[in-house]
């Protein structure tokens, strides 16, 4: 199979499968795992506002924000994603094409060499830690650009063994695999 036809089988997973109290018992797990994973080093950290198909990370960032700086990606153009600190959720907007939550109070976006961490989503991981993206490269090029430690969460749909692979495709450095 092809990435995109991952992406399809994806789609037709959320349509079917998805409940809104699958996505909620999911984000919850999700949350629970990556807060583990989170040390006291990890002072600069990339989360995301999710989209329907994506674990709900919201009650983590107004967590973490109150122990460490948080940053929220933006789209820029046609190829580009930028980190913006966080402030408060009514200083974010929807935007772009795919209407996700983004900051609007833009200071310069931090250099991708000063966060520590970042929380990446994903449709699908691989056993190997490659991520089945929506195919726009965004996180692609953002996480070329940095040595962060990369956390992986998907709603775990689906189970992919190996994914095809790109030679820009990086893998995370760990994954949450939450199965219900």
């Known amino acids: 199979m092809t990435k995109q036809d991952y992406r399809r089988t994806?789609?037709?997973?959320?349509?079917?499968?998805?409940?809104?109290?699958?996505?909620?018992?999911?984000?919850?797990?999700v949350a629970e795992a990556v807060q583990a994973l989170i040390r006291p080093e990890h002072?600069?950290?990339?989360?995301?506002?999710?989209?329907?198909?994506?674990?709900d990370l919201e009650p983590l960032l107004l967590d973490l924000a109150t122990k460490h700086r948080v940053y929220l990606p933006r789209v820029e153009g046609e190829r580009d994603m930028n980190f913006y600190a966080f402030e408060q959720l009514d200083t974010l907007e929807r935007a772009g094409k795919y209407q996700i939550l983004e900051p609007t109070t833009l200071d310069a976006p931090i250099e991708p060499s000063l966060l520590d961490l970042i929380i990446v989503p994903a449709m699908a991981f691989d056993s190997l830690g490659f991520r089945l993206g929506r195919g726009k490269g965004y996180y692609d090029r953002y996480l070329a650009q940095t040595q962060a430690k990369t956390i992986g969460v998907s709603l775990g749909l689906m189970h992919i063994d190996q994914l095809p692979r790109d030679p820009w495709d990086l893998p995370m450095d760990e994954v949450v695999r939450v199965r219900l």
């Open 10 to 29: 994806y789609k037709s997973l959320v349509r079917s499968e998805l409940s809104a109290q699958h996505r909620s018992r999911v984000s919850l797990l």
């Open 43 to 55: 002072r600069h950290i990339g989360l995301y506002m999710a989209m329907h198909d994506e674990p």
